[in-house]
T-cell receptor, first 110, second 116 residues
Framework: QKEVEQDPGPLSVPEGAIVSLNCTYSNSAFQYFMWYRQYSRKGPELLMYTYSSGNKEDGRFTAQVDKSSKYISLFIRDSQPSDSATYLCAMSSDGNKLVFGAGTILRVKS | GAVVSQHPSWVICKSGTSVKIECRSLDFQATTMFWYRQFPKQSLMLMATSNEGSKATYEQGVEKDKFLINHASLTLSTLTVTSAHPEDSSFYIC????????????FGPGTRLTVT
């Protein structure tokens, strides 16, 4: 079993839809959680980061962490074609080594 | 802010030669930098962690004599792939953590290495 599980998709939604991306994990020591967006042949771009459980909102993005369920989510409101990319969840127990999910491919259709 | 650059963005080299990749934090100081490797359609795998002025810490299975890492300043880390072979062909990405910051890592654009 992988430490971090993430559905690879692809997830296809119409423009303007609310997108829900999720990851589950098995290591209860994880306490730092991040979401990255990666376009093809580019480095990952940090979108959101949270520590421990709770919600965090930044513009169209909301990150949620439920440590009791070992489940994290990223919501994207009013999705745009430019949001089409691969979304990676990443987590760490010590703030150093990041363990990444496999990434979910998102396609937003105009 | 929090921009990380890498150079070169892509490189082709012959088997047996060495290649150096630079990672720079452009607008912040980074005590800690990380080197990752990504194969096509796969996620990132941490290779090593480097702290400024110290020896790098390598992940299990990563040959430290093959992947030489130097972090001589707070804005520059280098990865040298020595005696490269075709199986070393991959996408190498660095990240940096801001000195005095929290834990978030900012990634560079990556370097695509092809060994022929």
């Amino acid at each position: 079993q992988k430490e971090v599980e993430q559905d690879p998709g692809p997830l296809s939604v119409p423009e303007g839809a609310i997108v829900s991306l999720n990851c589950t994990y098995s290591n209860s020591a994880f306490q730092y959680f991040m979401w990255y967006r990666q376009y093809s042949r580019k480095g990952p771009e940090l979108l959101m980061y949270t520590y421990s459980s709770g919600n965090k909102e930044d513009g169209r993005f909301t990150a949620q962490v439920d440590k009791s369920s070992k489940y994290i989510s990223l919501f994207i409101r009013d999705s745009q074609p430019s949001d089409s990319a691969t979304y990676l969840c990443a987590m760490s127990s010590d703030g150093n080594k990041l363990v990444f999910g496999a990434g979910t491919i998102l396609r937003v259709k105009s | 802010g929090a921009v990380v650059s890498q150079h070169p963005s892509w490189v082709i080299c012959k088997s047996g030669t060495s290649v150096k990749i630079e990672c720079r934090s452009l607008d912040f100081q980074a005590t800690t930098m990380f080197w990752y490797r990504q194969f096509p359609k796969q996620s990132l795998m941490l290779m090593a962690t480097s702290n400024e002025g110290s020896k790098a810490t390598y992940e299990q299975g990563v040959e430290k004599d093959k992947f030489l890492i130097n972090h001589a300043s707070l804005t520059l880390s280098t990865l040298t792939v020595t005696s490269a072979h075709p199986e070393d062909s991959s996408f190498y990405i660095c990240s940096a953590r801001r000195t005095g910051g929290f834990y978030e890592q900012y990634f560079g654009p990556g370097t695509r290495l092809t060994v022929t």
